[in-house]
């Protein structure tokens, strides 16, 4: 009796464990699903920040990057209110420089991209201040007729800046060019995970937060 009742379940625990056999397949293949998404962008090589703006010692042992476009709002909150602290902990200390890769993708942020890479080529010791104040001077003033004039003009409370040069350089539209390479450039970096601020550290994706960055440098100074 035992046996003819332990026949007639059997199938029932086959189908039993072919479900949870199955949902258990299912659950690995989402596990998968979320760790191909939730791995790192493609790493920056150094070597493809050459001639971009950096501030810093560049002997310090772990590479920031930021890539950001001056008129996105992200972008300036990033700016104000994260970057003065990494600079203050990790750049002013030695322990990391930054490149700093300027895009122009959203109406009007060529101008202001300009003249930060005209100001970088001009006075590179300025280029951070003069990033700050166009974060200011973008919420104030729209695009139009003379705003390379203001842009010039926002430079003069700096010092040693050859201002004829600057008023070439802004006028000229000189990083036009630039702009777009670094464009085309972070778009083949990004890919479809394309956005502003985009914030790494030694090469890897990091998300835009204090907590994030710290946690991800000082894993990059363990690994050195």
């Known amino acids: 009796m035992w046996y003819l009742i332990s026949m007639e379940r059997k199938p029932v625990l086959i189908r039993f464990l072919v479900a949870v056999t199955a949902a258990a397949a299912a659950v690995l293949i989402a596990i998968g699903a979320m760790y191909k998404v939730s791995i790192p ?13 950096r501030i810093g010692q560049l002997e310090a042992r772990v590479q920031l990057l930021l890539i950001e476009d001056l008129r996105c709002e992200a972008c300036q909150y990033f700016t104000q209110e994260i970057f003065p602290e990494i600079y203050e902990r990790y750049i ?26 005209s100001i970088y080529q001009l006075a590179p010791d300025h280029f951070l ?4 104040s166009l974060v200011d001077f973008d919420n104030e003033n729209e695009a139009g007729d003379d705003i390379q004039a203001q842009l010039v003009k926002l430079a003069e409370k700096f010092e040693g800046i050859d201002f004829g040069r600057l ?15 670094n464009f085309e450039w972070a778009k083949s970096v990004m890919g479809k995970n394309f956005g502003t601020p985009a914030f790494y550290v030694n090469g890897i994706r990091t998300p835009t937060s204090i907590e994030a ?9 363990r690994k050195r």
């Open 167 to 181: 008023r070439n350089l802004i006028e000229t539209n000189r990083f036009l060019p630039e702009l777009e390479r």
């Open 92 to 117: 002013q200390t030695g322990r990391a420089y930054c490149v700093i890769v300027p895009v122009s993708f959203l109406e009007g942020s060529h101008y202001l991209a300009n003249a930060a890479l």
């Open 213 to 221: 960055i710290e946690a991800q440098i000082e894993k990059a100074e």
């Open 41 to 53: 962008y493609a790493r920056v090589n150094a070597l493809q920040t050459e001639g971009r703006p």
């Open 129 to 132: 201040s003069y990033l700050h």
